[in-house]
């Protein structure tokens, strides 16, 4: 079995910082790109960020220049730091990542629980 478990989520003043951390576990061969997303209620899930096994990373506009996505290959886990967060930025965040499982040869999406961040005004 494979899980993703986030941490790091709460409660920040506009302006302030939290980073989000995210660990895969279980049997893992391989993880390609991972990535967050978050939703807002009634609204689709949206892309935030992502990054390959290469390191290369992509963000939304509405976050660019403010987060920073980063992966440790060594603890399968991902990682954002959110920096001048503002209200428009609380919503549930997620983590996703693609993941070979061991036994397997082919890659699936697989999503972490969601973790809160609220941004007072």
């Known amino acids: 079995q494979v899980q993703l478990v986030e941490s790091g989520g709460g409660l920040v003043q506009a302006g302030g910082s939290l980073r989000l951390s995210c660990a895969a576990s279980g049997s893992i061969r391989s993880i390609n790109a991972m990535g967050w997303y978050r939703q807002a209620p009634g609204k689709q899930r949206e892309l935030v960020a992502t990054i390959t096994s290469a390191n290369s990373t992509y963000y939304a506009d509405s976050v660019k220049g403010r987060f920073t996505i980063s992966r440790d290959n060594a603890k399968n886990t991902v990682y954002l730091q959110m920096n001048s967060l503002k209200p428009e930025d609380t919503v549930v965040y997620y983590c996703?990542?693609?993941?070979?499982?061991?036994?397997?040869?082919?890659?699936?999406?697989?999503w972490g629980q969601g973790i809160q961040v609220t941004v007072s005004s």
């Open positions: 996703n990542a693609k993941i070979v499982p061991s036994g397997s040869w082919l890659s699936r999406d697989y």
